[in-house]
């Protein structure tokens, strides 16, 4: 429990903002070692950790993406000022006054959201959401060529500043939980599995909040029996959410995907799951009907079709820079995806 919180909080510190992964990675690679029989790195990035199983045993793919939402400076004004693109799904009210770190060649630097003063905005304008695009980053450079000697040039990402807090005895608060608790029970899933019969394939996958390109890649060169995504969802317990927008809940157990907007779990692996959850008496959630996707969206249209599901751990504020979960809720998930696995028919 408390190296699981540990890793964790290594990486959600960590910066991995979409296609720039590699300080995620190292960390991953280097967790995932002792657990595993061999580890490597695909073209793309993706981080694979293989733990063999018996010949003509099913092929199992784990999946949790290593990257985050963040943004990308895409111009400097001459005061010095970086003016930005946003990566992945980032709602505009969420970025005013946040800290940043924007990552120069010269290592990071600390920044902040800037905007215009409310002081000297008209009613109107007020009452209006400002949008990224007139909002900069202000990093204390004075001119276009302070920024330039910075280190910081158009194309550097920017990730947000926030602290690791414990909230409580079971709740954590921290960046890019999504999905960096994911890449956790990657590696505490393989740390548990032993003797099974499948050849285990555990994925950081890179580039999924921009459209599930690692995903795709790795997939395709592992061509395995079934999958499972392992990622967060929307928890549905903070006030103004109604039960019917999201059922899951924090602290209640591992949410199984049923359908979203990019898949429909096949009915062998969402049987298999329930039955591992009832058997193994772990309290579980069945979530259906929300936007957005994981990563086992594109895992099953991959070759000739792969049975997926999706595994998540029900998370507060998602796509914001600061999200909450319940420690019990990740171990839970490491139960089932372990139970599971354990049961995977030969013929699946
Ligand atoms: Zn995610």
Not at 285 to 295: K, P
């Amino acid at each position: 429990m408390v190296k699981l919180v540990e890793a964790l909080e290594k990486l959600s510190c960590a910066c991995g903002v979409v296609g720039r992964e590699h300080e995620v990675r190292e960390l991953l690679v280097k967790m995932l070692k002792p657990v595993v029989d061999e580890v490597r790195v695909d073209r793309l990035g993706n981080v694979i950790g293989v733990k063999k199983g018996k010949k003509n045993a099913p092929k199992v793919m784990l999946a949790a993406h290593m990257d985050e939402i963040g943004l990308m400076v895409k111009s400097v004004t001459k005061d010095g000022f970086l003016q930005f693109a946003k990566l992945g799904g980032i709602d505009d009210r969420i970025l005013v006054a946040q800290r940043v770190f924007v990552h120069g060649s010269k290592g990071k630097l600390a920044g902040v959201v800037g905007s215009k003063p409310p002081h000297i905005m008209k009613d109107e304008e007020k009452k209006k959401v400002v949008e990224y695009d007139s909002l900069f980053i202000d990093i204390g450079a004075k001119s276009k060529d302070d920024v330039a000697k910075l280190g910081v040039r158009v194309g550097d990402v920017v990730s947000f500043d926030v602290r690791f807090v414990r909230l409580g005895k079971d709740l954590v608060l921290g960046k890019a939980l999504d999905d960096r608790v994911g890449c956790v029970l990657l590696v505490e899933v393989m740390r548990l599995l032993e003797g099974v019969d499948c050849t285990v394939y555990a994925v950081g996958t890179v580039q999924e909040e921009v459209g599930l390109r690692g995903a795709t890649v790795s997939a395709f060169g592992i061509a395995p029996d079934v999958a499972l995504a392992l990622d967060v969802t929307v928890a549905g317990d903070v006030p103004g959410v109604k039960e019917f927008e999201a059922p899951g809940k924090m602290g209640k157990g591992p949410v199984i995907g049923v359908m979203d907007s990019g898949l429909i779990t096949h009915p062998k692996v969402l049987g298999l799951l329930v039955d591992a959850a009832e058997k193994a008496k772990i309290p579980y959630q069945l979530e259906t009907g929300l936007a957005g996707s994981t990563d086992a969206a594109r895992i099953a249209l991959t070759r000739e079709g792969v049975p997926c599901g999706v595994l998540s751990v029900a998370t507060r504020y998602i796509h914001s820079p600061s999200s909450v979960l319940s420690l019990k809720d990740v171990e839970a998930t490491v139960k089932l995806a372990v139970a599971a696995i354990k049961q995977t028919p030969k013929n699946i």
